[in-house]
Every structure is written in C-alpha cells, then in structure tokens.
C-alpha cells in the first residue's frame, strides 16, 4: 500500500502479503483487512503500528477517526465482531448466532469510539428482516446487557450500509435511507422510501450522494433526477439528471459523476468546480483536497490532470 502525493511522488510505502486486502481510512488512521483471511494492519501517518492475526476468517471491517477498529469474524456456525484499540488491546468481543441472530453486514464507529452499530440479515424461511444495534462503549455502557442502547428492525429490508454523524447513525438499504439516534436510546429519526435502486452510494462526513437507476417494484415513472445529493437529515442539497449516468464518488467536498468518459466535478451543494472529458476509459477518480488536481486510475497506472472550471488538461504522471 502506498500513498502518493499531488504530482505522483511516494510519500511511504508499506509492504505485506495479503489475499483480499480491503483498505479504509480515517483521517491520520488506514486499517487494511485481508477479508476472507486473518491478517489485519493498523497504519497511522504511514506507518504501521499495529498488526493482527485473527483465528477465523474476516469478513467486514471498520475504523474511526481515533484509531479503533472493530472487525468482524465468521466462526463456522457464528459470528464476533472484536474491538481493537489502536494498540491493538482487546476492548469487547460479541458473539452470535446465525440462526438466532442472523448475519452480519455492516459495522460502524463514531469518531471518538464511544458508540458502534451493526447491521444483521435474519431470515426465517418466510420472512426478512434486518436488525440495526447501537451499542454504548463508554463506561456508562457497562451498566447495559451486552452494552446495547437499543434495537431497530426493518421488516423486508436488506441493510446494507452505516455511517456515524455525529451522536446520530446513517443506514441504507435495499428500499430506504434514514437516520437512528445513537444517544441514550435508539429510535428511527427520519427514514424515506425509495422509489429506484441505488446504483451507487457514496457517504461523506457530512453529506451522502445517490446515483439512482431503475425503478423498485411498483415504481412507474422512470427517475427524474438519477444523481442526488443528501444531508444527513434527508434534506436534497443538490440533484441534477445525467443521461447514462455510470460513475459517481466523492472526495472531501468534491463529488465525481460521469457517463462514459465525461466526468463532473461539483461541490455538495452542486456549484460546478471542473468539467473533464477524459478520452479513457477510468474506474476511479481522486480529487485531490487542494481542488487543483485528480488523478485517474485505469488499468494499473494512474494518470494526473491539472483541473479547472470547465477545462483540465493532462500533465506528466
């Protein structure tokens, strides 16, 4: 893994040997899993401070602004999902069952570690549900049976996605998005209906991004708008509609849509930043904080352009 700067150069380079390496960050932490092996790196600032081997096979992984990492783990006829400090000291392990408890989907932690929520499919033979947790790590959290601040249940959902802002919980799923509270209790704050199927989505610090696609059952009208942008209150900041839309991602204050090889770059709130008809087929494009720059991956290289409002123009890389 490495971390290249704005005109290509190596800034640190860390190698390891991993089957599936997933790799996510958050601010100064990157916490690389080997999902379906055992092997865990924990990097700050480019280097390596703590390495894990866990007794079963990985499956989901997360890490938050202050280093903690929660990883969960499938043990044959169970599941765990285990919490490392930065130093990689133990702080809770849970376990559960798969015809008691369902399957887990998705883990998530607060920026200062004092909450986690996971995401279960459980599925009887006739029905679907998924089961959102909140769970208090704080020491007020010991007082609580497996530290659990409550339960959410969507009947004939598939939850798919968590994300922390704040003391309040993000989740997407296969018919909706909304918000949980994560505080002394959990309850549904706000939670819409979708209409079409997210064909990507993309979650910011303070924002998420949708690209839509075809219609959910008893959806007639094709979608207006197949590119929107949310606050995490549900509010529209920003929607537009982009005919064969194919790309959408988003980097600090930058969002990234594109059909084909025309990409867009906008701010959240849609004011345009650069317009970029790459002439390459990319799969991913990085804006850079500085606003001046992207670079392109396509193919194992990566290309660097110099953008502005309405123009780019490539640059050696």
Excluded at 118 to 129: D, H, P, R
Excluded at 274 to 301: C, H, K
Aim: hydrophobic share 40%.
């Amino acid at each position: 893994v490495q971390a290249l700067n704005e005109n290509g150069e190596v800034l640190w380079d860390i190698p390891f040997t991993m089957s599936s390496p997933y790799i996510l960050r958050a601010r100064d932490y990157m916490a690389v899993a080997d999902r379906l092996g055992t092997g865990v790196l924990l990097i700050q600032n480019g280097a390596v401070i703590t390495e894990l081997t866990m007794e079963n096979q990985i499956l989901l992984h997360c890490v938050n602004e202050a280093g903690n990492t929660a990883i969960v783990i499938d043990d044959g006829d169970s599941h765990s999902v285990n919490l490392y400090s930065p130093s990689g000291e133990l702080l809770m392990q849970r376990h559960t069952y798969a015809d008691t408890d369902g399957i887990p989907v998705a883990v998530a932690l607060n920026e200062d570690g004092s909450r986690m929520a996971t995401a279960y499919i459980y599925y009887t033979g006739s029905t679907l549900q998924s089961i959102v947790t909140i769970f208090d790590l704080t020491e007020n959290g010991s007082t609580l049976v497996d530290r659990i601040v409550g339960s959410i249940s969507f009947e004939n959902s598939v939850v798919s996605d968590l994300k922390f802002s704040g003391d309040e919980c993000f989740f997407a799923a296969s018919d909706r998005v909304g918000t949980l509270s994560a505080g002394s209790a959990c309850e549904v704050l706000w939670q819409q209906q979708l209409s079409y199927q997210m064909e990507s989505l993309v979650l910011q610090d303070s924002y998420f991004a949708v690209r839509y696609g075809e219609g959910l059952a008893g959806t007639v009208a094709p979608v207006t708008n197949n590119i929107v942008i949310y606050d995490y209150s549900g509010e529209v900041l920003y929607e537009t509609s982009v005919e064969d839309a194919t790309y959408l991602d988003a980097w600090g204050d930058t969002v990234i849509y594109g059909s084909g090889r025309l990409f867009y770059g906008i701010s959240e709130k849609g004011s345009p930043k650069w317009q970029m008809d790459s002439g390459e087929d990319y799969i991913r494009l990085v804006a850079f904080s500085s606003g001046d720059t992207v670079a392109a991956l396509r193919n194992g290289q990566i290309d660097y352009y110099d953008v502005a409002v309405n123009s780019v123009e490539v640059t050696d890389g």
